[in-house]
């Protein structure tokens, strides 16, 4: 084998993994990243979680992909480490699929029309597709599709490269000697544990050990120790991303680890033990792309077999190996994690800032209603509450804000591209109710220490108006999270009311200011009220304005908005009517 070989060799191999995170990457866009979302929501059986577990890597193609994203669901709370275990054991048979799509690059030409099914052709045939889609269709699912022919070509090729680049080592004494002595188990193991941690790609090192295998030098006492060693090298990436996880997410990743470690002991055990008595006959055949692929799949799922079983022991392991994490006060949770890892998977990154900004609705929403609280019975304890609260809804929106942002540098989908626009207008609107709940928080420290007083007219006024803000928001909250476009319809006419409410209730303050039945101090603190109430359903009207326009596929807003009220619709006029009759000035129903 001469440098030319060498470099040959090192070619190929890079091919092969372009090839494959192309391919990877395609499968997963084509499937619209739906598998994701469901192994992101799933809190079924465990035998559903590893049958999604295999599914998910066959898609994505790689195991230590699928258990990086469950790392990130344990480290965000969203799965206890006994629910990840079973995904993780799916991803580790589902990851062998690899193997068999590389099987046919080992197709023989043959001749006539069985030239068609050579792994030539079909390399040829599936750049040819993969760059007619690229290049000439303007549907998004196409280019995908074009991605994953294009990455099975480059895929196919790199195969072919470091076939032929590996060819001459069939003639050598020295090659040959080396790789006998992975016919030792534990050099067989430790060589396949080293090789794999360095490419970290189980797939590519069982796609390597297959293109030696063409050289006829491999037999099966060989490729048996340096797939159970692949195996467990496998888990490298993914304790490097548990780095800076929480303590459940290092037994995650180290769950990975366990479970092919416990696999590599039990079958190794067995199977030498067995070996001694019986002396397979089978050790010395010659394995072929074909036999790899087989032997990867069966090892694997005897693996799965056998460790199903003993979930709860591996969790205990993992348990043991990590220390439980040092109890934290109330003041110092943090917020609902958005975890660095979903950025590379957009959907998953979409469904974990959709919980979080419904942590933040309902948190902007409590603030609110207890600075209403603070209207009619003030504390300096809720008082100081509704700081603590805002500065939480805060941080939300710092942070729900950087992520967002960082998920649109990423290829979206129409949908995704959707929710992610929606999501950052709304942001700022939750962020800014929970500021008007703190002004309000502070006029009722005024009304307190001045002992500010209202007369029973503004009194009943600021209840019959603060009861539409409550309603109000009540409705664009719940409409958001349970994306209601019906319930946000109903927002608008009830915003105009309460505008229309503000400025009449102004104006009757204003004649109790001159006929002497309000004091000048009250009418400021009472037009601070009201102005934060106008604020208030302003923004809860933004929320839903960004609900209906961006469903409609229109990022001009305030266009809609002028639509809205210009129609006015027969729903918008029913509701206005029915809103007016519920909060009319002196309607002893509002109490």
Partial sequence: MDISDIFGLVTGVALFLFGM???GDGLKQVAGNKLEVILYKLTGTSFKGLLFGAGITMVIQSSSATSIMVVGFVNSGIMKVRQAI?????AIFGTSITGWIICLSGLNAGSGW???????????????VGIYFRMFSKKRFKNHLGNVFLGFAVLMFGMSVMGDAVAPLKDSEQFIRIITEFSNPFLGILA????????????AAVGILQALAMTGTVHFDMALPLIMGIAIGAAVPVLLSAIGATANGKRTALAYLTSNTLGVILCASLFYVLNGFLNFSFMGTTMTIITIAILNSVYRLVVVVVLYPLVKQIEAISNLLVRPAREKSVDDLPLKPLE???IAHPALAIEQCRDAINDMAVIAKENLF????????FSQENYERVQSIENTVDRYEDKLGTYLLKITSKELTDKQNESTGKFLHTITDFERISDHAVNLADAALEIHEKEVIFSADAKNELRIVGNAVAEIAST??????????????RIEPLEELIDNLCGEMKLHHVQRLQNGLCSLNSGFVFNDILNDFERIADHCSNIAVAMIALESDSFDTHEYLDSVKRL???TYEKYFEAYSKKYMIGNGANT
């Fill in 192 to 203: 396949g544990l080293i090789f794999t941690s360095i490419l970290q790609s189980a797939s």
């Fill in 340 to 342: 660095e890892r979903f």
């Fill in 21 to 23: 995170t192309l391919m």
């Fill in 370 to 377: 207890l600075s209403f609280e603070l209207l009619n019975n």
């Fill in 114 to 128: 069985l030239m068609l099914f050579s792994s030539a052709t079909l390399t040829c045939l599936a750049a040819l």
């Fill in 476 to 489: 664009a909250i719940d409409a958001f999270i349970n994306n209601d476009l019906q319930l946000a319809e």
């Fill in 86 to 90: 079973p995904i993780v054991l799916g």
């Fill in 568 to 570: 006015k619709s027969e």
